[in-house]
């Protein structure tokens, strides 16, 4: 067990998979000399040289769609999108190529490609570089979508990806690279997809939260345990498959439901998590499934609008508190 | 648009070009296959027994054997829409192909394709691809597989003037040229897409001078000489395969029917630049050219026709009695890792009644 | 009041705006001389001339980046995007670029676009050329997002749309530019955005759908009738804004939900109303809310699999059939 | 990189081209005004009082002022995120650049778009942009706006290399010349797009070749040569104000700093490649040039500096009184249409916390 930074996880998954498989490959923007514009990278190029670590120019749709055409031909790409608000531009190989090929050639082709993707918000990057759009690539069939919250799920979920047979977007988040955690020296390690996490057991709410989101609840949980109040946090780890096991029976547990996230709530990933709560928890809700998410607003610079915008632990604790109170609690 | 033909080969003129009896067959009958494939198409569309889009080749024939047949065992084919020609070009059976277009299991896509999506895995034919453009980057990947694991082998991608225009084809081309890449681009030209011609659509309509733009090598050939077009691809592949150098090749040609069987296709051209492209048919002209040569001869020739009349007779006759995919065959196929019914596995909780009120269990 | 198709209400919606304001001009693939993929700009070219229906080469990026640059200088461009599919292309120009513009500009500039993009299924147009997309759009701050479901609505929003100061995206379906239905011959006469419609009234079970689906429900109405079940069907209309308001009061008085889309119902549009439903009802509902979409998979062309996959009334029948069941009702 | 002056504009050693005291001054000015902001920028940013990305253009002073100082009233100017000398060239206040940058809301956007997003709807400058290559086709836009309006005025789109890999570059200029639109495009080569050479990124390294490919004007002038590029795009703008023809220029400069202030720079190029850009400094050069010229004295460059060391002093200072924006703009502005407020007031229902918990209406 080493206590390593989620970049590092990262870097170490990455490691390990382009060492035990030659079809193995990276490619993106500024991954090699630079080391990656987030220093995920950092070494690769030089231990793996220029075929592995493939430097690409400014041309997402065009590397993302050579990706997909290697991944056909049996390669196994691992693609960096320097922040996922880049992968607007290849919208159209993701959703309308790579999400589909297998079914349209009856299983004979296959797309065994991993798009690496920080997302989120809080360094002042503004409207154009601070979104979360997970939500959309997790309603699209033939995705997968997952978004690993400590570095042993980054390390364990990578590999898992990477080893997939099918398009996996990963979802990194920019203020989480520096976060640490242990993970395990094992490099046969993996963390299946599918299978969400109680991070934190408690009686009296179900938190469900994913990617950075699920640290703020972790710290939410913590406050409120102060005042006697037991939260229970489910990190999601993958939202396509989604796991509504775990879900599920932490609500009929709790009996309450509040699910926090970085993107916008109206038409996002709480939307679909609080549709089947409410539905499969029907009679187990003592109120209704709260959501919290970031002002729906493009991402303002100033610092003050930027806190006032963010779902921070202040606004999911509101919303805790809101919800007990509701139900007579505190 | 007045065509120049700035290195038009002159292959049906030039004795130099080499060409056998066998090979003279094949192409006139590959030509021939595909334009009666594609009559019977168009007729069977009336007959309502194929739906969606139908973009028919006719006309088109050289541009489309004259490429294929330059490929060698291992090559790649990416190809546009237009495609039921590129098919039987790489050799798919008119059956399966015509099957395809009725939606039944034994078509080439399965039945889940239809006109768009022609494929052939086995034949290295990695589909009729529907978003224009989008096609070269992945075409682009193959290549990038095969330099990737030092294959000797090289990629065609086909696609329209239309596409020229679009982001893709410029990030393809140049990451193709920046990596050095076995791949040949070959603009089918047919001087229109849909209703817009390649000046309104092009800055630049001499297509083959794109190239330039990414220093790679480009030529226009005359896409209704079905000899000229071989010869040029055949070299450029070459050239793709053993110098790992790719290259853009425009044939120019056109389609006689409109741009699909909904299109009448005279609203933006006239009956006079029709007939003057007749006037040039790859078909006949190749025909002429072998026959004088004593290649094949005149009643061989009919008997090619009769050969190609069967063919397609028989594949319709196949493709009607073939069945249609099973309802439940729906889910099939869209997750191919063998860990993905287990991970879905968990997904049923709240699930909307579509996906589990008719007990599926999780697609995999 | 004339009876026309949904398609000639949009062209006269079209011809009305592009008479009554020079600023108004049409921009896409086709739109001109061929007049259209589907014919909706039938004739205008013709009476509008070249710089007022301008047709484009297939760069849906570049010109949909055109819409907005002309609409930053006052112009109001109105884009047609052959089919939805397409946007794809140019995500990042209408997410990351005309949806953020006049909030970055802080309302110094605004971008008054329309994009006409037509959806849906049914057509046997396979994987690439059927889906129904505006759930993500519908999610993104700084839109507005309509899908009228009858030639009225369709001839009165797109009018609103056009005379709007923000970006609009406006969605059509396929398969309903041949439906009927008379328009009132007002040229003043416009449809306001954030208004839901009651389309059937009913007491049994409140169905929420817009764009073609509303037309399979109201069928769906139709049939339950005969059985004395009485739907109350609820035509969203918009969905961004949201008219929640009518959709709650329907269902406070039925007590029973069920919502049908023509788009994958996983993350889509029917989550967000279930999760709010859900919320605001908690107290009325009999059980839980229900959900109707396509098959979670790339459309198939073989028409027994593309019937298999679509949300067809015999499906929505049968959800509502189970819905009431649960409710001890038939 | 070996770069070859095609069309080196000899301006600074040419007396045919005329050059009066008051704009020699004004042009050495604003260049010095841009190096001496970009320095005290950079110090505030360590003095973490600015956020997020911030790049700096240090170096590149010539490439901007020469071809805005071309502008004439109603001309437009579009620009990437390199964009701080931008706003000061056109005449924003640097008060108000550097209030954006410390994210006040007396800064030119209002404390809403920091480094990246510089803007002056009055003076014409429409953004500095976030993605790159994708305010190619809006400025594109902005040109047919123009030209739709028969207004006699033009665009300047400003990019840097790395945008030219992008098919949003490639679907402009072709839509600017299909349409003959009134835009000139001016590369900024700076050499590198963060770590990435041109050689890497680019096919065809000589970008102005690129313009071809559309039979567009192209051409490359020495970038660090504020006359050279001054000339260039002033001839450029003209013709594509009365010819409604667009073009493209490359401007070929240098950043002495890394692309942004969390990179230093030096992974990917050495010491010897800076130094020697350095040689060439844009202000050294012009201020030598200006002085030998006899129109302005080595004194007044001294005075210059010291005018636009106090500017941006001051600019700081006010900048630092400033207050930031309220808590309770958040919402100000995400709509504009009056009719708004009553579209969204029937979407509170349901609404999840953050929108409704907090008692806002909804956004307009
Ligand atoms: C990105 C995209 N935009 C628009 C369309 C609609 N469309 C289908 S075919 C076509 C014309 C293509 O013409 P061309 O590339 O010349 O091929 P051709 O039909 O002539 O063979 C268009 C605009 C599409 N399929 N994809
Ligand atoms: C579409 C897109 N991909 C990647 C990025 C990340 N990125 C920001 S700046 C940059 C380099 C751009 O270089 P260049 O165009 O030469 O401009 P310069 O920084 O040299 O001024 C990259 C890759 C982005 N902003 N947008
Ligand atoms: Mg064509
Ligand atoms: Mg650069």
């Not at chain 1, 042993?152 to 640490?180: H, Q, S, W």
């Not at chain 1, 939202?239 to 775990?246: C, F, G, K």
């Not at chain 2, 009643?299 to 196949?318: M, N």
Request: with cysteine; aromatic share 8%.
């Amino acid at each position: 067990m080493a206590d390593v930074t989620y970049r590092e996880a990262l870097r170490r998954a990455l490691d390990d998979e382009l060492g035990r498989d030659e079809s193995v490959f990276l490619m993106g923007e500024e991954i090699g000399k630079f080391e990656g514009s987030y220093k995920v990278t950092a070494g690769l190029w030089e231990k793996y040289g220029a075929r592995r670590v493939r430097e690409t120019p400014i041309s997402e749709e065009g590397f993302i769609g050579a990706g997909i055409g290697a991944a056909m031909l049996g390669l196994r790409p691992v693609v960096e999108i320097m922040t996922i608000n880049f992968i607007l531009v290849a919208m159209d190989q993701v959703i309308n190529h790579a999400a589909k090929i297998r079914y349209m050639f009856g299983g004979t082709v296959g797309v065994p490609m991993v798009i690496r993707a920080p997302g989120g918000a809080g360094a002042q990057l503004t409207a154009q570089h601070s979104q979360s759009l997970e939500a959309w690539f997790a309603g699209c069939p033939g995705l997968k979508v997952v978004a690993p919250a400590t570095p042993a799920d980054a390390y364990g979920m990578l590999k898992t990806a990477i080893r997939d047979d099918d398009p996996v977007l990963f979802c990194e988040n920019l203020i989480m690279y520096n976060v640490t955690g242990t993970i395990p020296d094992d490099p046969e390690f993996t963390v299946p997809f599918g299978r969400a996490q109680v991070a934190r057991e408690g009686s009296d709410l179900t938190l469900v939260a994913h990617s950075y989101t699920v640290q703020r609840a972790l710290r939410v949980a913590d406050r409120l345990a102060q005042d006697g109040i037991l939260v229970e946090v489910v990190d999601l780890r993958s939202l396509r498959p989604l796991d509504m096991d775990t879900v599920a029976e932490s609500v009929r547990k709790t009996n309450r439901a509040l699910i926090a996230e970085e993107g916008w709530s109206t038409y996002g990933v709480g939307a679909e998590l609080a549709a089947r709560i409410s539905r499969v928890c029907f009679d187990d809700l003592d109120a209704p499934v709260e959501r919290v998410g970031s002002a729906e607003v493009p991402m303002p610079y100033a610092k003050p609008l930027e806190l006032a915008a963010l779902p921070l632990e202040s606004k999911i604790e509101a919303a805790a508190r809101s919800l007990l109170a509701e139900c007579g609690i505190v | 648009m007045t065509i120049r033909f700035r290195h038009m080969a002159k292959a049906d003129t030039d004795p130099a070009v080499s060409l056998d009896a066998t090979t003279a067959r094949r192409l006139l009958k590959q030509m021939a296959l595909i334009r009666r494939f594609e009559e019977r198409t168009e007729e069977q569309y009336t007959r309502a027994r194929i739906g969606g889009y139908c973009h028919l080749a006719i006309g088109e024939e050289a541009s489309s054997v004259g490429a294929i047949d330059a490929l060698q065992p291992g090559d790649c084919l990416f190809a546009s829409y237009r495609d039921h020609g590129t098919a039987l070009a790489v050799g798919s059976p008119a059956s399966a192909v015509m099957a395809e277009l009725f939606g039944k299991v034994t078509g080439v896509a399965h039945g889940r394709g239809g006109s768009m999506h022609m494929l052939d895995v086995e034949r290295r034919f990695f589909g009729g691809w529907g978003i224009v453009g989008a096609h070269l980057p992945i075409a682009t990947g193959a290549a990038l597989a095969l330099e990737h694991t030092r294959q000797p082998n090289a990629v065609l991608c086909q696609f329209g003037d239309g596409a020229v225009a679009t982001g893709s084809f410029h990030e393809a081309l140049n990451l193709a040229a920046v990596w050095n890449l076995p791949i040949v681009f070959q603009v089918i030209n047919n001087l229109y897409g849909m209703g817009t011609s390649v000046e309104q659509s092009s800055a630049e309509p001499e297509l083959w001078r794109r190239a330039a733009a990414y220093r790679m090598h480009g030529e226009r050939v005359d896409g209704n000489d079905v000899l000229a077009v071989r010869e040029a691809v055949s070299r450029l592949l070459d050239q793709a395969r053993s110098e790992r150098r790719p290259a853009l090749v425009e044939t120019i040609t056109y389609r006689y029917r409109g741009h699909s069987v909904a299109d009448a296709g005279k609203a933006y051209r006239t009956k006079e630049e029709i007939d003057s492209w007749r006037e040039r048919d790859p078909i006949t002209r190749f025909g002429l050219f072998v026959a004088e040569r004593g290649l094949v001869s005149h009643d061989e020739i009919e008997t090619v026709w009769q050969e190609v009349a069967a063919e397609v007779k028989d594949a319709i006759d196949r493709a009607l009695a073939a069945s249609a995919p099973a309802r439940d065959s729906l889910y099939e196929h869209l997750y191919g890792d063998p860990h993905s019914p287990e991970q879905f596995g968990r997904m049923q909780a709240g699930a909307p009644f579509g996906e589990r009120g008719e007990g599926h269990s999780w697609p995999t």
